[in-house]
Nanobody, 118 residues
Framework: QVQLVESGGGLVQAGGSLRLSCIAS????????MGWYRQAPGKQRELVAEITSGTSTTYADSVKGRFTISRDNAKKTVYLQMNSLKPEDTAVYYC????????????WGQGTQVTVSS
């Protein structure tokens, strides 16, 4: 059974930075696409960024140029470096593991709260 454990969330002032990490256990990590999603209160969960097994990346327009996703297959870890944070980035951030979005998310993490104060 795969477990995804996120860390690195917290409270930060606008303009600040945070780095989220997600460690996977119990799976062949390298073959999967890894994604970061977020859900703000009263809103639907949305894709923030994803990185494929071939390290191609996709970003939501709202985070392009500010966030960077990366992965370390040896450590079974995916990262999300978040810079120039804005209050509208406040949400619970979830790590996800899947083959592709068409086939759907295979595993979710438990989420980590990111709060950006103005």
């Amino acid at each position: 059974q795969v477990q995804l454990v996120e860390s690195g969330g917290g409270l930060v002032q606008a303009g600040g930075s945070l780095r989220l990490s997600c460690i996977a256990s119990g799976s062949i990590f390298s073959i999967y696409t890894m994604g970061w999603y977020r859900q703000a209160p009263g809103k639907q969960r949305e894709l923030v960024a994803e990185i494929t097994s071939g390290t191609s990346t996709t970003y939501a327009d709202s985070v392009k140029g500010r966030f960077t996703i990366s992965r370390d297959n040896a450590k079974k870890t995916v990262y999300l470096q978040m810079n120039s944070l804005k209050p509208e980035d406040t949400a619970v951030y979830y790590c996800a593991m899947y083959m592709d979005r068409v086939r759907g998310i295979k595993y979710w993490g438990q989420g980590t709260q990111v709060t950006v104060s103005s």
